[in-house]
């Protein structure tokens, strides 16, 4: 599985309210934190994704 979307993941898999430190859950699975905030809230998404068919 891709880092970012096991990060992504396991911010999802908290309870709604329930505080957490994206720089802390970047440390954990190698990635950038800009990057896991900006997929996790929707303001990017992969390369794949974006790429026309």
């Known amino acids: 599985m891709d ?6 993941d396991e911010i999802e898999s908290r309870e709604p309210g329930e505080d957490f430190s994206y ?6 699975y190698g990635v950038n934190r800009s990057t896991l905030s900006r997929r ?8 794949a994704a974006n790429t026309i068919n």
């Not at 720089?23 to 954990?28: D, L, Y």
């Open 3 to 8: 880092p970012i979307q096991a990060a992504i």
């Open 23 to 28: 720089t802390e859950i970047a440390t954990r």
């Open 40 to 47: 996790h809230r929707g303001v990017t998404a992969t390369r």
